[in-house]
C-alpha cells in the first residue's frame, strides 16, 4: 500500500530521475528528508541534486525563480504551508509576473504542505489555496488522493507555469492505495468522485473525504449526493461543475480554507453567473469557521467542516 | 570568555537562584517529555534542553515592567520571567483555563499585557515586535526599560531577524537579543545556514554591540546577560548576544535528533549545563549535593502535583466560544447561506 | 476644496492631535511627507511622533504590532500597496491573529496606496483587499470619497481591531470634496450611492466612479442603476446588497482586484447563498483581467474596469 | 582605497571604453528627462546620474553567458552589457516593439533569456534570484560564471538581502552584489537607514569577500569591480562591493530632492564622476577635449534619431493582447457570466 505522502516521495524520485533539470531545494530536505520525509533518500540517490536550505522562506522561493529562468525545474518544500507567508512576495510577484512581464515561463512547483491536523494550531493549519488562486499566473493544485497526489505533481513539475501544490497533511498516513496510477486526469480537470442525483458537493483535498463520508451517510436516507472533486482550484474546471448541478440542481460547496473569497465562494459566483437556470434553490458554502485555526483538538474539530457538519449541511439544501 | 574585569561577581545565591528555576524547567521538560510519549499532550512538544544556562539568564535580569519574547527553547527563561509550572501544563494538556484557552498552545503561550509576548510559528517575527513595544515605551517617556528576544541560529537566517535587528539599531532601542547557536536548525547544521566564522561578527554589521558566551557555562551566561542588559538599560542601544551550546534532545519530542554529529556531543558544547551547575555548586560548596537532590526533589513535587490537577481541569468546549476573530465581535460574521 | 489625499492627511492630523498614543511610521513619512505627501508637515506639526522607518515593510508592520500591544494606535504607510507583501506575514499571521489567541487587541492601521494608475504596472497598482479580507482578524476599508477617506481612517484609528485601509491612489488628486465631513456612517455600514429600480451593481474604491458615469449614461437609456459603495470589503454589509437586490433583481458586482476570490466573487456567493430568491436573472461580474497589471497606459485602460466596460455590461445584464 | 598592488593597471582604453558607455547612459537619461517634462513618457523616470562610473564597471566586466540584473540606476551597466539605445527608448516610450511589449516598462525592461534580468520592484527580490540562478548553472556542470546584482543602501534593509546573501554565501556562488549607497533612499538618509559605521561592516557578517570603493572615480570602479568580479568568476564566492556616491538627481524626475544636504552635495561624494572621468582622459592625454565632445555629440545624435525612430511605433493594441498571465494559455479564464 502507498499513502499519500509516498506517492509525493516517488513522484519527486521519478521527477529527479527522469529530468535532469529537477532539483529539490528546501529546509531539511536532504540527508534528513524532509520534515515530513516527503524527500526520503533522494538526498543519497541523487547527489548533489537535493540539499537543505537556510531558514529563509524568501531566498528559496527567489532562488527557485533565478533557476527556473536558467531552464531548471525547481521543486522546493515549504516545511509548513503557513510559512510560505515569509516568501509571498517571491511567489506573487516574481514568479507568477514573470511570464506574463518578460515572456520567459517559470516553472517552479512549490510544494506546500497544506490544511489542518489535530493540535497543528494557527501557525501550522493553513490552507492557502485562495490567497494564491488570487493572484495571476498561478496553476494552484489540491490533489484530494494518493494517485492525483502522484499523477499531480508529475504534471505539475512538467508544467511550464509555476505550480503551486497544495498537499494535504492530514491525508499523508492514513491515505492509501494499491499502487500508482497508469494514467492522470488533464491539468485542470475536475472529477466526479461520486455519481448523484440530489445534489452535488463540490470540494477539494481533505475535505473530499469529509464530503465522501457525509454522502454515504446522506445514502442512508435515500439521498444520492453527487461529488465533485476539483483537483485543481485555478484553473477551475467549471463545465465539469456546471454539469452536475445540470443534473441535481443543488450545489454545495465546502472548503477547509477561511469563507472570505475561498474557494467556495469563487465556485459559487460561476455557477451562479453561468448556470444560474441551473439551480433550483440557493447555493451553499461550507468553510473553516473565519478565526484562526485553533490548536485544540477539540476546537479544531468544531472549525473546519466535517462529515457530521457536511451532512448536516447537505440536509438543509436537501429540505428547503 | 571569561567574565569581564569590571563585572561584579556573580555569587553563590545569583548562581543558586538561576540553578534551581533551570531545574523547574528541566524537570518540568523531562515530565512533558513523558506525557508526550503517553499521547496525553495536545500539540507539538518541543523542549529547551541543554539551553537552560543561557535562557534562565535572560528572563533572570529582567524586571516586571521589561519586555520578554521567548521563543522555542526558553522553558527556563519562562519560568525566571514569572511564568508558571501551573500556566505551562494548563496548555500543553489543553486546559481551557490556561493562558490560551485552547486557542494557542504550548510555546505559543505567552500574556502579552503583563509583557511576556505569545510568539507566533515564524521565526524572526518577534524581534521587530519587541523593537515596537520598546519604541512604544520611549514614545510614551517611560526608560529604564529594556526587551529581550531569543532566536536560533537557523532563525538567523530569516529576512525578519535582519529587518527587526536593523530597525532597532536605526531607533537604537534597548533591545537584547540572543542568539542560541544550538549548531542546528532541525536537522540543518551551521555549516548549511551561514557562512560566517560566527554569528556574533553579524553584530558590527548592524551596528550593535556583540557579546559572545559558552552557553553551557551559567556563570558566564549570567554575567554577559547581565551585563548586555544593563547595557542597554542604560541606553547603549541593541545587545547581540550569541551562545554556543547544542540542543541535548530531538527538534521535537517526535525527533530522535540521529543527524547531531557525535563529534560534538562530545565536544565542550556538548555538555549538559544543568549538570555543570549542579557540580559547580557542590564544588564551590555553595550547598552540598544532598540540598540539590532535595531541590529537584522539590521540582518533581510540584510539577507532579500540578499534572494531577491540570489533569481534571475542562478542554474548552466548543460551544462556549464565540468563534470572533476580532475584539469588536459585531464584525464576525457567520457566512450563513446555511 | 480639500482632496481625497488631504482628507487622508487631515485625519493623521487630527488623530495625532486628539490622541496621544497615535503615531506614524514609514518609509518617508516624516520631514519628506511621505511619496504621496499624505503625512505633510505632520512631523513638523507633532514632533518625535512621525518618523521615517528603514526600507523594511516586514519590521515596519511588526513593530507596529508590539507598539499597538503596549497601548498605542500606529498608523503605518506602506510606499505602495504592493509592498506589504513583504511584510504580509506580520500582517496575517501576527496582527490579525493576535485578539484570538491571546485576548489582547492590535489596534494597528496599515495605510496602503491602492489601485490603478496610468503607467503604474505590475509593481504599483494593486488592490490588495481580497487578500487581506480572506484572513480572519483584519477589517479591510476601502473609501471610495473624500469624507469616507477621512471620516473611515479616523475610525480605523479609534478600532480596536487591525485595519488594513485601503485608500486609492486614482481618486488621490482628482477626487475633491467642499468640506470635511461632520459624521460618517458606522464601520462596516454599506452606502447606497445612487438609488434605482433597474440593477444594482455592487461595487467599491475608485470603482465606485466609474460605476456611477457608467449609470448616468445608462440613464440617457431609461435605465435606473442603484449603485451600493460597499465602504468596507471586510465585514461585508450584505443587508444592504440584499436590500438593494430586492428592489431591482439584477446585479452587477464591480471590482478592481483580480476577479478569483475578489470581493465580487464573495458578494455573488452571498447573494445568491442569502438571497437567491431576490435575483431575476443570473448576477454578474466585471474585474480587472486576471493578468498583472499593464503598464503601458492603452493596456491599463482595458485591463480595469471603465465606465464603458460597466456600462456595457450592465446593458447585458438589463438584457437578459 | 587605491588599486591594490596585484592588479594590473586600468589603461587608457579600458578607460576610455567605459566612459564612452557612461556618456551614452548620461546622454540618454538627460534626454529621458526631457521627455519626461514633455510628457512623452509612459510611467515613471527614475534615473543613475552620477552613478554611471560603478554602474558600467559592473557591467564591462561581465561576460555573454554571465547574468546581470540591474537595478533602478544602472543606466550605464546596462548599456555595457549589451542593452541597446533603441530598447531603452522602446520602453520609455511606450512602443510595442520593445522587449517588455507595454506590459512593463522603464527600468523593469529585461530580456532574461540572454542573463539580462527584468527586475520586479520590491527590492532585494533579485539578489536571490541571481544566486538561483547561479545555482543552476553550477547544477548543470558549468563554471566561470558570474551573476551581477545591484542595490541601493536603503534595499539594504530588506529581508531579502539578507535572505539572498546569506543563501548565495552558503553555496559559494559567483556572485556579486554591488551596493550603490547613494547617501538617500528616496528621502531617508543613511543616518535612519542602519546603524552600522559603513555598510562594508556587513561582509564579515555573511562571510564573503567584502570591497570598497569610491564611486565617483571610474578608476578605482573598474579596478574594484574587476577585481571582484574575477575573484567571484575564481571560485571565491560571493563579493560585495560597496560604492560611496551620491545621487545627482532627484529619486524620480518628479521629486526635486530638496532634502538633500547641501554639505554632501559639497563634499567629494558629491562629485560628477562623468565629468571627472573626462578631466582624467584629458589630463593624462588619453584624447583631447575635442574628441570628449564628439562622443558626445555621437551619443546625442543615436539618441535623437532613435527618439524620432522610436516615436514613430506603434503602441501595444490591447485587442491584440492574450491577456493570459500563463504560457499554458489554455488555462486562462475569462469570467465571463458576462
Ligand atoms: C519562517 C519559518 N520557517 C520555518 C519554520 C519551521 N521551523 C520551526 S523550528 C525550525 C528550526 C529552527 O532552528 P533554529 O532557529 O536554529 O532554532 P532551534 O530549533 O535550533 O532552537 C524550523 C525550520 C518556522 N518556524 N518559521
Ligand atoms: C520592498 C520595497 N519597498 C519600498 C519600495 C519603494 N521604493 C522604491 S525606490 C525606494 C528607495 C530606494 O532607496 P535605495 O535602495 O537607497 O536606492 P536608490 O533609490 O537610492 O538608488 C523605495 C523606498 C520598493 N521599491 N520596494
Ligand atoms: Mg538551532
Ligand atoms: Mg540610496
Known amino acids: 500500500m502507498i499513502t499519500y505522502l509516498e506517492a509525493i516521495r516517488l513522484a519527486q524520485e521519478k521527477a529527479l530521475s ?24 533522494l538526498a543519497k540517490e541523487f547527489p548533489g541534486r537535493v540539499f537543505d536550505a537556510p531558514l529563509s522562506e524568501d531566498a528559496i522561493i527567489g532562488m527557485a525563480v533565478g533557476a527556473a529562468i536558467e531552464g531548471m525545474r525547481p521543486i522546493v518544500e515549504m516545511q509548513f504551508a503557513d510559512f510560505s507567508t515569509c516568501g509571498f512576495n517571491q511567489i506573487v510577484n516574481h514568479a507568477a509576473t514573470l ?33 494564491y488562486a488570487h493572484y495571476p499566473g498561478l496553476v494552484v493544485m489540491t490533489p484530494a488522493t494518493v494517485e492525483d497526489a502522484y499523477g499531480m505533481l508529475l504534471q505539475a513539475v512538467a508544467l511550464d507555469d509555476p505550480v503551486i501544490f497544495c498537499e494535504h497533511k492530514f491525508l499523508y498516513y492514513h491515505l492509501k492505495a494499491e499502487g500508482l496510477p497508469e494514467s492522470v486526469l488533464p491539468v485542470g480537470k475536475a472529477r466526479l468522485a461520486r455519481p448523484g442525483r440530489d445534489a452535488t458537493i463540490v470540494t477539494h483535498g481533505a475535505m473530499l473525504h469529509e464530503s465522501l463520508a457525509a454522502a454515504l451517510d446522506l445514502a442512508e436516507d435515500g439521498y444520492e449526493v453527487e461529488i465533485v472533486d476539483l483537483r485543481t482550484v485555478k484553473p477551475i474546471d467549471t463545465d465539469t461543475i456546471l454539469a452536475s448541478v445540470a443534473r441535481t440542481g443543488r450545489l454545495l460547496c465546502v472548503s477547509e480554507e477561511w469563507p472570505w473569497g475561498g474557494v467556495a465562494a469563487e465556485v459559487i459566483s460561476r ?45 438543509r439544501l436537501l429540505h428547503i | ?90 496548555t500543553y494538556l489543553g486546559s481551557q483555563l490556561g493562558p490560551m484557552r485552547g486557542r494557542d498552545g504550548n510555546i505559543h503561550r505567552g500574556r502579552p499585557r503583563e509583557g511576556y509576548y505569545a510568539m507566533i510559528s515564524h521565526l524572526g517575527a518577534m524581534i521587530p515586535a519587541v523593537a515596537g513595544a520598546l519604541l512604544a515605551r520611549r514614545l510614551r517617556g517611560e526608560s529604564g526599560i529594556v526587551g529581550a528576544t531569543c532566536i536560533g541560529d537557523g532563525g538567523t537566517s530569516t529576512g525578519a531577524f535582519h529587518e527587526g535587528l536593523n530597525a532597532a539599531a536605526v531607533e537604537k532601542l534597548p533591545l537584547i537579543l540572543v542568539v542560541a547557536n544550538n549548531q542546528y ?38 554575567a554577559t546577560l547581565r551585563r548586555a542588559i544593563g547595557a542597554a538599560r542604560a541606553g547603549g542601544g541593541p545587545q547581540l548576544v550569541v551562545g554556543d551550546l547544542l ?30 551547575a549542579e557540580e559547580r555548586i557542590i564544588s564551590e560548596n555553595w550547598a552540598p549535593a544532598a540540598e540539590c537532590a ?5 521540582a518533581e513535587q510540584e510539577v507532579n502535583a500540578t499534572v494531577d490537577k491540570v489533569r481534571r481541569e475542562p478542554g474548552p468546549d466548543p460551544e462556549d466560544d464565540d468563534w470572533a476573530a476580532f475584539s469588536n465581535s459585531e464584525f464576525a460574521e457567520h457566512y450563513a447561506g446555511l
Not at chain 1, 527522469?18 to 524527500?39: P, S
Not at chain 2, 540542543?247 to 549538570?275: I, T
Request: aromatic share 8%.
Open chain 1, 18 to 41: 527522469e529530468d535532469t533539470r529537477v532539483f529539490l531545494y528546501g529546509q531539511d530536505v536532504g540527508n534528513f528528508g524532509g520534515a515530513f520525509k516527503a524527500t526520503k533518500s
Open chain 1, 99 to 131: 511570464y506574463y512581464r518578460t515572456g520567459v515561463p517559470c516553472p517552479i512547483v512549490v510544494r506546500l504542505p497544506s490544511g489542518g491536523t489535530s493540535g497543528g494550531g494557527p501557525f501550522h493549519s493553513q490552507s492557502m489555496e485562495a490567497l
Open chain 2, 294 to 298: 532535595k531541590w529537584r526533589q522539590e
Open chain 2, 185 to 222: 536548525a532541525y536537522s540543518t547544521p551551521n555549516a548549511r545556514q551561514f557562512a560566517c566564522a560566527d554569528l556574533l561578527d553579524k553584530a558590527v554589521g548592524y551596528g550593535v554591540v556583540g557579546h559572545k558566551v559558552d552557553a553551557t557555562n551559567l556563570e558566564q551566561c549570567l
Open chain 1, 271 to 315: 455557477v451562479s453567473s453561468e448556470g444560474f437556470g441551473l439551480l433550483d434553490v440557493a447555493p451553499m458554502r461550507l468553510n473553516a469557521k473565519d478565526t484562526p485555526v485553533p490548536y485544540h483538538p477539540d476546537l479544531w474539530s468544531v472549525h473546519r467542516p466535517t462529515a457530521r457538519s457536511i451532512a448536516e449541511a447537505a440536509r
Open chain 2, 1 to 90: 570568555m571569561p567574565t569581564q574585569k569590571a563585572d561584579p561577581p556573580v555569587t553563590g545565591a545569583d548562581f543558586i537562584k538561576a540553578y534551581r528555576l533551570m531545574l523547574v524547567a528541566r524537570v518540568l521538560e523531562e515530565k512533558l517529555a513523558s506525557l508526550y510519549r503517553a499521547g496525553a499532550i495536545k500539540g507539538g512538544v518541543f523542549l529547551g534542553r541543554g539551553q537552560e544556562a543561557l535562557s534562565v539568564s535572560v528572563g533572570i535580569h529582567l524586571h516586571r515592567g521589561d519586555i520578554y519574547a521567548p521563543l522555542i527553547r526558553d522553558q527556563a527563561g519562562r519560568m525566571a520571567f514569572g511564568d508558571t509550572v501551573l500556566d505551562t501544563l494548563r
Open chain 2, 247 to 276: 540542543r541535548l534532545v530531538g527538534h521535537g519530542e517526535h525527533d530522535d535528533g540521529s543527524y547531531v554529529d557525535p563529534a560534538l556531543k562530545a565536544s565542550p558544547v556538548g555538555r549538559d549545563c544543568v549538570l555543570l
